[in-house]
C-alpha cells in the first residue's frame, strides 16, 4: 500500500514540499528565538541541533548540546508533536492540520518549542557557573 501511494504522480513533490515548509518554520523559530540551531537533512528527514557550528558531517552533529534537545523534544511531544528522538520524519499522511500544528508548537506563545529548550539551556549553564564550573564549549 505504501509503495502504490508513493506511485502517484506528485507524491514526491508534495513530500519533499511539506518537509521544506516545515524544515524552515523550525528554523525560523530557532533564530526568532535568538537559539544557535542549525536545522540540517533533506526535507522529508532532518533534524534540528542545538549549535553555533554549521551541520556539515558527522562530528558536527556532535557539537550538539543534547539535553538541550532533550527539552525541545519533550516541549513538542507536550504541545502535541510526537517526533522521534533523532529525526523529524514527514509523511504523506501529514496534511495542512498537522502542518500548521507542528509549526504552531515552535511558533506558540513564549518563542515555542525551541525558545523552551533554550531557556532550559541557559538554567543549567548558570547552575554550572555558581559551582565553579567552565560554561559548556
Request: aromatic content about 8%.
Amino acid at each position: 500500500a505504501t509503495l502504490a501511494e508513493l506511485r502517484r504522480p506528485g507524491a514526491y513533490a508534495r513530500l519533499f514540499q511539506t518537509g521544506a515548509r516545515v524544515k524552515t518554520a523550525l528554523q525560523d523559530a530557532a533564530d526568532a528565538a535568538g537559539i544557535p540551531a542549525h536545522v540540517a537533512g533533506e526535507a522529508p528527514v532532518f533534524e534540528i541541533y542545538f549549535t553555533d557550528r554549521p551541520i556539515t558531517d558527522y562530528r558536527a552533529t556532535l557539537t550538539a548540546d543534547r539535553a538541550r534537545h532533550r527539552v525541545f523534544t519533550d516541549e513538542l511531544l507536550r504541545r502535541g508533536v510526537v517526533k522521534a528522538a533523532q529525526k523529524f520524519y514527514v509523511s504523506l499522511s501529514h496534511g495542512e492540520d498537522e502542518i500548521r500544528q507542528t509549526v504552531d508548537a515552535f511558533t506558540r506563545q513564549g518563542g515555542g518549542a525551541p525558545a523552551a529548550a533554550g531557556r532550559a539551556g541557559r538554567r543549567r549553564t548558570l547552575r554550572r557557573r555558581s559551582r565553579g564550573c567552565p560554561p559548556p564549549g
